[in-house]
T-cell receptor, first 116, second 113 residues
Framework: GAVVSQHPSRVICKSGTSVKIECRSL??????MFWYRQFPKQSLMLMAT?????????EQGVEKDKFLINHASLTLSTLTVTSAHPEDSSFYIC????????????FGPGTRLTVT | DAKTTQPPSMDCAEGRAANLPCNHS???????VYWYRQIHSQGPQYIIH???NNETNEMASLIITEDRKSSTLILPHATLRDTAVYYC??????????????FGTGTRLTIIP
């Protein structure tokens, strides 16, 4: 099946700094990518939907100025956590739909962010 | 997207069939039933999907009731590597819109040696 990668897999940063997470579709073009956040022992929560060449659509309660999403190409979306705080520590996962009518959404391996 | 209800946890003996139920009584006519699983600290993995007919692939079988209000995922010969959280989700196929996946709490399946 199609492959989605994320980089980095783990990152530790200091409070107040910004962190960028990359999500790439390796062997297909992804018009739409999704960003999820998962806290320990909880389910995945959708943060935003990212469409190539346009502004992301954020879920209710997600601060768009704090979680900056850029989807500049059909194979790359980035999530930047700005001015990170310890409560932003979480597992961030991206996913991608390949083409219209596609039945499967492909998930990345996730990025573990720890803010100290 | 319609809401789904799953038992929070299940155990299954290694080598036996694991049957995971899911209720989706408010499913719409154009919504598919999807199953994903998440092994600890990894991204979700697609298992199978179906609309109204039973489906089978190399990983599992999906049985959907005739009224489509519930379904069962069957892992025919469970192994220790099948220990994971299993999510049942209903959605329409992607069509350049926001056909997002909404994850519920899932079923934590533990395979017992």
């Amino acid at each position: 099946g199609a492959v989605v990668s994320q980089h980095p897999s783990r990152v530790i940063c200091k409070s107040g700094t910004s962190v960028k997470i990359e999500c790439r579709s390796l062997d297909f073009q992804a018009t739409t990518m999704f960003w999820y956040r998962q806290f320990p022992k909880q389910s995945l929560m959708l943060m935003a939907t990212s469409n190539e060449g346009s502004k992301a659509t954020y879920e209710q309660g997600v601060e768009k100025d704090k979680f900056l999403i850029n989807h500049a190409s059909l194979t790359l979306s980035t999530l930047t956590v700005t001015s990170a705080h310890p409560e932003d520590s979480s597992f961030y996962i991206c996913s991608a739909d390949a083409t219209a009518g596609s039945y499967e959404q492909y998930f990345g391996p996730g990025t573990r962010l720890t803010v100290t | 997207d319609a809401k789904t209800t799953q038992p929070p946890s299940m155990d299954c003996a290694e080598g036996r069939a694991a049957n995971l139920p899911c209720n989706h009584s408010t499913i719409s006519g154009n919504e598919y039933v999807y199953w994903y699983r998440q092994i600890h600290s990894q991204g979700p993995q697609y298992i199978i999907h179906g609309l109204k007919n039973n489906e089978t692939n190399e990983m599992a079988s999906l049985i959907i009731t005739e009224d489509r209000k519930s379904s069962t995922l069957i892992l025919p010969h469970a192994t220790l590597r099948d220990t994971a959280v299993y999510y049942c989700i209903v959605r329409v196929p992607y069509n350049f819109g926001n056909e997002k996946l909404t994850f519920g709490t899932g079923t934590r399946l533990t395979i017992i040696p």
